[in-house]
């Protein structure tokens, strides 16, 4: 019988202790290095953990110490955007406008001139915080609860002042001051349904009467002052007509609230 050697018996997947002295120590310490590079990777991700637990395994699986803290500083800090600077400018400038339209007495041109001024820029900032939140995603909670403050307050006390001074009529500020309160709180009542979005008619609204209110802080004379009742008679119309129109939205809004919730609610039943 014939004979077989054993290096054919075993295949080719096995090597002789002979074939592998011929090729050497170098190639058994490349083999070495090959595996010490991609196994240790490994074991020593799972070395690391498993030391981390060991020394304290409540801290297991829990995100890097700091990690709260640097989320909260960077939710902290966008609060200060430019869009909400802007905000608190306009709240800063509310008890300045104030002081500066009743000082000595509320009827030195040179005071009411300054406190025109301030209720400009108040107003120009008005034009551009929403704006610049909405462009470049600086919408923050605070911006949203401010921004509608600042508008009534620095309006509330220009027309305030005005009534007091005698300079304008107190219907004229209470229809103003109403309606702008009253759709507010319309607006918190109707949430629930939907939001009602902001017309170009209350856009309008607003531009007169800033201008108007704007005219009648100035000590103004002659065909300016005749002007600018025009121009608060053209607010006052304005803001009836907007604050009807949003009542009425407000009211379809609600209707169509109710329809959907009742359409979903048989829907269910059925």
Sequence with gaps: ????????????SQASPASQTSRGPQASQAAQTAGAVVVPSEATAEATADAA????PE????????????AAAVNQASVW???????????????GFVALMLADGGYDPAWRAFAWAAFAIAMITDLFDGHIARTYNLVTDFGKIADPIADKAIMGAALICLSSLGDLPWWVTIVILGRELGITLLRFVVIRYGVIPASRGGKLKTLV??????????????????????VMAAAVVLTVVTGLDYVRQAVVLRR???AERKAALEETQA
Excluded at 53 to 56: E, F
Excluded at 59 to 70: E, N, S, T
Excluded at 81 to 95: D, E, K, Q, S
Excluded at 214 to 226: E, N, R
């Design 209 to 230: 009467q800033g201008v108007a209110v704007g005219m009648y802080v100035l000590a103004l004379t002659g065909w300016l002052a005749t002007l600018r009742w025009w």
């Design 256 to 258: 169509q609230g109710i």
């Design 53 to 56: 637990a060991i020394a304290d």
């Design 81 to 95: 955007n430019i869009a909400n600077l802007l905000t608190m400018l306009r709240l800063i400038l509310v008890p």
């Design 1 to 12: 019988m014939t004979g077989v050697p054993a290096s054919a018996a075993g295949g080719s």
């Design 59 to 70: 801290d297991a699986g829990r995100p890097p110490r700091g990690a709260k803290l640097a």
